[in-house]
Each structure stands twice: as C-alpha cells, then as structure tokens.
C-alpha cells in the first residue's frame, strides 16, 4: 500500500504487504516497525519493502515526533536529543516511562491490524515480530522485555537496527528479553555500536542471538539515506526472522560474511 493508513484512534501508519495478501487466511507473519527519532513510518522503505517482498507483512505507526522539523529525512531524523523524556547522552536517567508513547502506538496498532481487515484474516497471530531503528531499537527492544512493564508476549523475535540500548545496559535490563534477537550495528556507529560490543550489551542478552556489524556503516545507514547496505540488511533481516519466527532453513546465517561485514555473531 502507497497511502497512508490510519486506525480509529487516529495514529498514522504505512503498511508493506505481501502480493495477495487479502487472499491469505491467518498465514501471513507480521513485522511491526518502528523508526527513529525525528524520522517516519516511511524512513527504512527499501528494508521494510524487503521484507514484504519475502511474505511478511510489515505496519509502521508515525510516531508523535515524526517529521519533527522542517527540512528532508536527514534534518527530521537527527533531530534534537533535548526533546524526548531524558538526554540520549544520560541512559542512566531513563526508565520505564521514557518515551511510553511509543509503546502506546505499537500496542494499538498491532490491536487494530488483529481486529480490523484486511489484516485481521491474513496474520497469523502465533507469529509477530518487533522491529525498530535508533529509538525504534529501544522501544523494540523495551517491548520485547528490556522493560518489564513494556514487554509484550505475543512478539515472537525482535530485530534491533543501530538501537539505543543503553538504558538497557546501564540498568542491566537487557537480560530479560526472553525471544530471539538481532542487533546490527556498524564499524561507524560511534553511538551505538560500544554499547553493544564494549559495554556489553550482545553479552547480556540471552541466546538465541545475533550481533551483525556492517564495515563502514554509520547510524543512518538502515534508512534511505544510504543504499549501500541496504541488500545485506534486509537479506540478513530476512533469514533471521525465517529461521526465530517462521522456523524455516536459513542458509545464510550460517554462510562465511561477505566483505560488507566485519564482525558476524550467533549464539543458538
């Protein structure tokens, strides 16, 4: 779908569906995404296309600060630290009621696509998945049970993308998610890539998991911002859920990396 969607509640959304979708009959996995600070539903296009391009259904709300500003994607989705709950650069100062918008959208959206068609007779309830960039990777990674009053039993796996983990870290939460993870970061994402190798991030969080670290990448690189990686991001998004969600072969995690990617790590 091209157009932007919108629940009875009024919160925005876009949907990436697979081809014949409206004939599936409780069989369609189901991703929710969500974006990053200052940056849109629409951000990760060529990902989340990816992904329905392969059979899963793929929703992503708007969330309150999206397209906060006025120039292009690059402006909105660096935004301004200052204006959510607390300081990116103080993860010791949040907690569970930081950003809890956010949790609020990717809850009442999954309720409306399992109680509304044409999503309500396609998904297969027994396979939902969470997704989330920057602080879209904190409230998939809150919502898959870094924060305890967040956490969401019906996501099966979460994919975490460049996520700001480090309230996590800090407050030694990370443990607690109890699904499949993958987080990817890059050589360049100076933010986020230490907390997941050097502050441990990847070493807490329990298997089955994954550490994928793309050579060169920085923080936008999982936006349409740069399209250099965006094949090995979404083949790699693909195989994981393939294998954590849907328990499918899924060859290419155990492959030798392409040169794209300078560290690879699973633990089942």
Request: charged share 15%; glycine share 10%; net charge negative.
């Given at each position: ?91 010791d100062d949040w907690g569970e009621n930081s950003n809890t918008d956010r ?166």
């Open positions: 779908m091209d157009e932007t969607l919108q629940t009875n509640q009024g919160l925005t959304y876009r949907a990436w569906l697979p081809a014949g979708f409206a004939d599936h009959r409780h069989d369609v996995p189901l991703i929710l995404f969500s974006h990053g600070f200052g940056g849109d539903a629409e951000q990760s296009s060529g990902i989340t296309q990816a992904l329905a391009d392969h059979g899963y259904a793929v929703l992503a709300p708007n969330h309150m600060d999206a397209g906060r500003g006025n120039g292009g994607l690059m402006e909105r989705l660096l935004g301004n630290a200052g204006q959510t709950d607390a300081s990116f650069f103080k993860p949790r609020a959208d990717i809850e009442a959206l999954l309720d409306h696509a399992l109680s509304h068609e044409p999503t309500k007779s396609a998904i297969d309830p027994d396979r939902i998945a969470v997704m989330g960039h920057s602080l879209g990777g904190y409230t998939a990674l809150a919502m898959a049970g870094a924060w305890q009053s967040w956490h969401d039993p019906r996501f099966k796996a979460v994919l975490a993308l460049s996520p700001y983990a480090a309230p996590f870290v800090a407050r030694k939460t990370i443990g607690h998610i109890a699904i499949p993870v993958m987080y990817q970061t890059g050589t360049r994402d100076a933010g986020i890539g230490p907390t997941l190798i050097r502050d441990g991030g990847y070493a807490m969080t329990r298997a089955p998991k994954y550490l994928l670290v793309l050579n060169g990448a920085g923080h936008f690189a999982w936006t349409q911002l740069n399209p250099v990686f965006q094949k090995t991001i979404g083949d790699y998004a693909i195989a994981f859920f393939d294998r954590e969600l849907m328990h499918r072969p899924a060859p290419l995690l155990e492959e030798t990396p392409g040169p794209q990617i300078s560290q690879y790590q699973h633990q089942p």
